[in-house]
């Protein structure tokens, strides 16, 4: 039988799919994609992506050692700066690792830990975890119909 953390970092890695698939066909012309009247650009979604995955490492699951400088969430805005898809790849593949692994030590007792964040509120650590899932798929989508209908 599975643990818990065994059972959502399977169901996080696969819901990721719906992000990690299109990196894999990605051109740097598709970075600055947008589409009217939404001011981010694919790139800015993918930094944004890799940016919370990292804050959720740090103020979720309390991994103290991640410096994480989460442009897109202090700006709000799209600067204009993700123009580089090899540097992007290797942010969000660092923030993937970075969150599998303090998420792969948590024990089924974890959680049921209730945290606190200003973003969010007073969430168990299972109900902030549903939130980064859905988080990136929710961004996933928007990449998907940017690249598809964006200029």
Do not use: C
């Not at 593949?93 to 209730?114: G, M, N």
């Amino acid at each position: 039988m599975k643990t818990k953390t065994q059972l959502l970092l399977e169901l996080w890695i696969e819901s990721r799919t719906r992000f990690t698939n299109q990196l894999a066909t990605l051109s740097e012309n598709d970075l600055t994609k947008k589409l009217d009247p939404s001011v981010n650009s694919v790139g800015f979604l993918i930094r944004h992506i890799g940016d919370v995955e990292l804050l959720f490492a740090k103020n979720v699951f309390g991994a103290t050692d991640v410096k994480v400088v989460a442009k897109t969430v202090i700006d709000k805005f799209d600067s204009g700066e993700w123009t580089n898809l090899e540097g992007l790849k290797q942010y969000v593949a660092t923030s993937y690792e970075t969150l599998k692994s303090i998420v792969e030590i948590q024990t089924d007792e974890d959680w049921e830990t209730e945290i606190t964040t200003k973003e969010f509120g007073a969430k168990t650590k299972a109900e902030a975890f549903g939130r980064i899932v859905s988080h990136t798929a929710y961004h996933a989508g928007q990449m998907a119909i940017i690249i598809k209908y964006g200029i």
